[in-house]
């Protein structure tokens, strides 16, 4: 058989995520992996939802693979909250976003039922929340305009401006700004003025995930995650920080955590968030090439709150699945919705600018603000939220904070375009990269991006040490 024809069994030369399903069944005794196998090693950093699908790929081809991970959990930016719901309440990732991509395929392949999100949010105009069908009915124009802008983003050719300022060329009124932000930045773990217009028309110009916004009904996503990587969750050595990367030795690379212990490997894996290279928080010798380097500067990650208030009683209108405001929170959706009948819980994540502020306040100082901009929406009886909270149920996790984590995800900068495909480029055919900031078709700052990145590095991989 030919290399090529060799690949293309492997299912990694179909564009990458199409891969997702027989990838996985390649494990299956009907199709045994492929021989000869590769006699050197493969580390993994970080045991996320990147790591964890290349190291099953990997594994499937009875490669020699481990996986170094910072803390003592698997999942990274999946993350569950159990204690005080009856449902699985996320910290991290959330939605499943599309009907037609690996990660919705692998949940529904497990017989999980996924529910839609219906589409009827609340908007905060004026500072009274109503419905789009209201607004439209009214003919509010810049509701409208900022709707249609919204549209038409998949379609923008113009210059490579902050999507604030693409806003403001486009004549959005002022009191529409946060209907652009609070849909399209927030969900991409962006503020506005930071954000590039461009890079978010090429990302949904590239996306083919499907359509429509999902949550798992009964299982959270690392129950999920659990039952989709069990053959390699064994792989996984917990509480190792990789703190350096020495691959000045041709033959080895040597990687030393924290606790001053080394591991030696052949390949190399790197899945780590974004803002952790950033921070140069693992060093490399010799330094890497200024093309992956540079690259990272042209791609954001700011800070994320995910902040969940519980109230004794909806008093905000139980079919509005999201109420979308000017405040510290441009969103504010309603977990509850389509998963119980107790819909009396309201999910914020604050990102990049408005977390900054938050940042040094605690827990409770935070609470109090975001109620005071409830309070203002529903100010019946002086202030329905702060009379219906419920202190001991409610919580928030800064993800900025996570010292191997330390933001929320990654989105397009000005003059970023290409970054995230330069950032991806392996290093003399030893370092690999992954991770939802690689992703290249459309999803960064999504699971099926880190999966589907995953899929490409593990490609890159395979195409050097297999010995075809
Ligand atoms: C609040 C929030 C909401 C989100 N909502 C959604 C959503 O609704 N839908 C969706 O699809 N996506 C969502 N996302 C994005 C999604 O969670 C991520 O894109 C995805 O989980 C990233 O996976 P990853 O493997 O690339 O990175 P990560 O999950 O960040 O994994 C990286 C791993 O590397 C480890 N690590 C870091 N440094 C080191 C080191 N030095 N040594 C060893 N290990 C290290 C970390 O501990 C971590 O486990 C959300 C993210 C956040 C934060």
């Known amino acids: 058989m030919k290399r090529r024809e060799i690949l293309q069994k492997l299912a990694l030369t179909v564009p990458a995520g199409m891969a997702f399903p027989s990838l996985l069944n390649s494990c299956a005794p009907k199709d045994p992996p492929l021989k000869p196998v590769y006699d050197g090693n493969v580390i993994i950093i970080g045991a996320g939802v ?84 209201d607004l439209v009915g009214r003919g509010d124009t810049d509701f409208i305009n900022a709707q249609n802008f919204i549209g038409n983003l998949k379609n923008y050719g113009g210059p490579d401006l902050t999507l604030q300022n693409a806003v403001v060329s486009a004549q959005i009124a002022p009191r529409a700004h946060h209907v652009v932000e609070g849909q399209v930045a927030t969900p991409n773990g962006a503020t506005y003025n930071n954000m590039s217009v461009k890079g978010i028309s090429d990302n949904l110009k590239k996306w083919d995930g499907g359509e429509g916004r999902f949550f798992s009904s009964n299982q959270s996503l690392i129950q999920i995650l659990s039952g989709v990587y069990t053959d390699v969750l064994s792989l996984i050595k917990f509480n190792t920080p990789i703190s350096s990367i020495d691959y000045s030795d041709p033959s080895n ?67 509005s699945t999201s109420i979308y405001t000017e405040g510290y929170a441009r969103e504010y959706y309603a977990p509850g919705i389509v998963r119980t009948n107790s819909n009396r819980v309201l999910t914020a994540l604050i990102v990049g600018d408005q ?74 055919d030893r370092i690999f990269w992954a991770g939802e900031a690689t992703a290249l078709n459309g999803n960064s700052a999504t699971v099926q991006g880190a999966m589907e990145s995953a899929n490409r590095a593990t490609l890159e991989l395979f195409d050097v040490i297999l010995d075809i």
């Open 50 to 133: 990147a790591g964890l699908q290349a190291a099953q790929l990997i594994k499937n081809q009875n490669v020699s693979v481990q996986i170094l991970e910072a803390t003592d959990l698997f999942g990274g930016r999946v993350k569950v909250n159990h204690d005080f719901f009856d449902f699985p309440l996320e910290q991290g990732a959330d939605y499943v976003y599309g009907n037609s991509n690996p990660w919705h395929d692998v949940i529904i392949e497990r017989g999980i039922t996924l529910e839609e999100i219906p589409k009827h949010a609340s908007f905060v105009m004026d500072g009274i929340p109503d419905f789009e069908e």
């Open 355 to 428: 977390a900054e502020v938050l940042a040094g306040k605690s827990d409770d100082e935070i609470f109090q603000l975001l109620l005071a901009d409830l309070d203002a929406i529903y100010p019946v009886q002086g202030g329905k939220a702060s009379k219906e909270f419920n202190a001991a149920e409610s919580y928030l996790f800064d993800w900025g904070k996570q010292e191997y984590i330390q933001g929320a995800q990654s989105y397009p900068l000005v003059s970023g375009t290409g970054a995230p495909a330069q950032m991806a480029t392996p290093v003399q």
């Open 253 to 319: 690379i040597i990687l030393t955590d924290k606790n001053g212990e080394t591991h030696t490997c052949t390949r190399v894996i790197i899945t780590v968030p974004l803002a952790v290279l950033k921070s140069g928080s693992i060093a490399f010798t010799p330094s890497l090439p200024i093309l992956n380097t540079s690259a990272w500067n042209r791609i954001g990650m700011s800070g994320g709150i995910k902040v969940t208030l519980s109230f004794f009683s909806n008093f905000w209108n139980k079919s």
